[in-house]
């Protein structure tokens, strides 16, 4: 599910220093090879992939995925409308809600919750103009959802615009 994420056309898949400087939660480990495996299917034409980082706790049922891109210039309610597509026509029958949508402008953020039975998640990403993405999508199942859900939404605001070493709305 979370490889939907990197479903959006992406050109190429390779390493790279970028880095999400996201701390998972306590419980939660590094997952290589879900990031690899994310990275790889965001494989295409326009996107190239700048980092992955993946992170689980199986025996909870949460699963985590950030992904750092970089594609054409243009508006950004173009991108968000994108990656929503790209992640319906990968994911037949998932369920989008609690959407919220860029403002037109230089950057923003589009978050929403899915679900596809038995997962259900949170995606949030920030968005430029010029064509960059930082996205985490992370998501649960049945076994322990709110445990979960509390370290989504902790990761979930730790996503920071491209070039940004500072949260949105946070002053330095």
Same mark, same amino acid.
Request: charged share 20%; glycine share 10%; with cysteine.
């Given at each position: 599910?979370?490889?939907?994420?990197?479903?959006?056309?992406?050109?190429?898949?390779?390493?790279?220093?970028?880095?999400?400087?996201?701390?998972?939660?306590?419980?939660? =480990?590094?997952?290589?090879?879900?990031?690899?495996?994310?990275?790889?299917?965001?494989?295409?034409?326009?996107?190239?992939?700048?980092?992955?980082?993946?992170?689980?706790?199986?025996? @909870?049922?949460?699963?985590?995925?950030?992904?750092?891109?970089?594609?054409?210039?243009?508006?950004?309610?173009?991108?968000?409308?994108?990656?929503?597509?790209?992640? =319906?026509?990968?994911? =037949?029958?998932?369920?989008?809600?609690?959407?919220?949508?860029?403002?037109?402008?230089?950057?923003?953020?589009?978050?929403?919750?899915?679900?596809?039975?038995?997962?259900?998640?949170?995606? @949030?990403?920030? +968005?430029?103009?010029?064509?960059?993405?930082?996205?985490?999508?992370?998501?649960?199942?049945? @076994?322990?959802?709110?445990?979960?859900?509390?370290?989504?939404?902790?990761?979930?605001?730790?996503?920071? +615009?491209?070039?940004?070493?500072?949260?949105?709305?946070?002053?330095?």
């Amino acid at each position: 599910m979370l490889i939907a994420l990197a479903s959006c056309a992406a050109s190429e898949a390779a390493p790279s220093p970028a880095a999400s400087n996201i701390t998972p939660p306590k419980a939660w =480990t590094a997952d290589p090879a879900l990031a690899k495996t994310a990275a790889a299917a965001a494989t295409g034409d326009r996107i190239s992939v700048l980092g992955s980082e993946a992170w689980t706790d199986g025996s @909870r049922g949460c699963y985590a995925i950030w992904l750092d891109l970089s594609g054409g210039a243009g508006p950004i309610d173009d991108a968000a409308d994108g990656l929503i597509a790209a992640l =319906t026509k990968e994911l =037949t029958g998932v369920k989008i809600h609690d959407r919220q949508m860029p403002v037109v402008g230089e950057t923003g953020t589009l978050a929403f919750a899915f679900e596809k039975a038995p997962y259900h998640g949170k995606l @949030r990403a920030e +968005l430029t103009k010029t064509g960059e993405i930082r996205a985490l999508a992370c998501m649960w199942n049945q @076994r322990e959802p709110k445990t979960c859900e509390a370290g989504c939404t902790t990761m979930l605001g730790a996503v920071t +615009l491209p070039g940004a070493d500072t949260l949105p709305g946070e002053v330095k």
